[in-house]
Nanobody, 115 residues
């Protein structure tokens, strides 16, 4: 079964940085549209960033230049580099892949921003 595995989350102080990874199983091509979402406690899941198969990278307004989505095709891995983190960024971050079989989600990785 095809899957995505996120990693790189953790506890970071306000103003700090983290780099999340999303490793895709072999049959998932990250050349297709890949995206990051997040879900904070008590809130709905929201869009963070997307890297379409063609076209420009997109970010949510709240990113404000602090996050960068990228991919390493050789490693079949997508990344989300996050800088200048604040408490409002605390959430479970999920990776999503667009595949011929539909959307596939990872299990999520927890990011906690706290002093």
């Amino acid at each position: 079964q095809e899957h995505l595995v996120e990693s790189g989350g953790g506890l970071v102080q306000p103003g700090g940085s983290l780099k999340l990874s999303c490793a895709a199983s072999a049959r998932i091509s990250i050349v297709n549209t890949m995206a990051w979402y997040r879900q904070a406690p008590g809130k709905e899941r929201e869009f963070v960033a997307a890297m379409p198969s063609g076209g420009n990278v997109r970010y949510a307004d709240f990113v404000e230049g602090r996050f960068t989505i990228s991919r390493n095709i050789a490693k079949n891995t997508v990344y989300l580099e996050m800088n200048s983190l604040n408490a409002e960024d605390t959430a479970v971050y999920y990776c999503r892949a667009t595949t011929p079989w539909g959307m596939i989600w990872g299990q999520g990785t927890q990011v906690t921003v706290s002093s």
